[in-house]
Nanobody, 114 residues
């Protein structure tokens, strides 16, 4: 049914950029929220950036001014533009879509290293 396919992760040097994409398919209903989370080993999953159905966005403080979330409603796709990447941004990033239930992508690895 609902499938979230992520792409765009990879290895980048500090100061570099990546653009994550998450394409949702099989959607039946109104998407209330789309967002990106990350989860470090031994830590709980945290919201990095989110966008609501009215276009409002929010970001964790550590990425404000560097990351930008956007979505294409016609394609049911959410993006995360990541600029000025730092070592501490290294993590697995998970796409999230909330309809009636919450759905998760498989995760895409972002590694920032010199």
């Amino acid at each position: 049914q609902v499938q979230l396919v992520e792409s765009g992760g990879g290895l980048v040097q500090p100061g570099g950029s990546l653009r994550l994409s998450c394409a949702a398919s099989g959607i039946v209903g109104c998407i209330k929220f789309m967002g990106w989370y990350r989860q470090a080993p031994g830590k709980q999953r945290e919201l990095v950036a989110g966008i609501t159905n009215d276009g409002s966005t929010n970001y964790v403080d550590s990425v404000k001014g560097r990351f930008t979330i956007s979505r294409d409603n016609d394609k049911n796709t959410v993006y995360l533009k990541m600029n000025s990447l730092k070592d501490e941004d290294t993590d697995v990033y998970y796409c999230n879509v909330a309809i009636v239930r919450t759905y998760w992508g498989q995760g895409t690895q972002v590694t920032v290293s010199s």
